[in-house]
């Protein structure tokens, strides 16, 4: 049971991730929350119920947009609008 006053999320809860943390282990790359939860330095997590959470960044939810096909490959190359 959580002492804390508002109470930490459930563990099931989408923002399990905001538990206080109650134990914390940066040499060994990982922490504990108030709700049981254990997070890794790589974002990944282990559940008290024994289930897993594959590690997940905020920048994993955005995709790097594709360039248009006649677009340069070369970084920093100008494309140049074709003359009238």
């Known amino acids: 049971m959580c002492p804390h006053t508002p109470q930490c999320p ?4 989408l923002d399990r991730e905001a538990a206080r943390t ?3 282990r940066p040499e060994q790359g990982w ?3 108030c709700n ?5 330095e790589d974002t990944g997590e282990l559940l008290p119920d024994g289930l897993t959470i594959e590690p997940h960044r905020p920048t994993d939810l ?14 920093g190359t100008v494309r ?3 003359a009238a």
Do not use: T
Not at 36 to 40: P, S
Not at 62 to 75: H, K, L, S, W
């Open 10 to 13: 459930d563990p099931k809860d």
């Open 80 to 82: 140049q609008s074709p």
């Open 22 to 24: 109650i134990i914390s």
């Open 31 to 33: 922490s504990l929350l």
């Open 36 to 40: 049981g939860i254990v997070v890794f």
């Open 62 to 75: 955005f995709r790097r947009p594709q360039r248009p096909a006649d677009e340069p490959a070369e970084a």
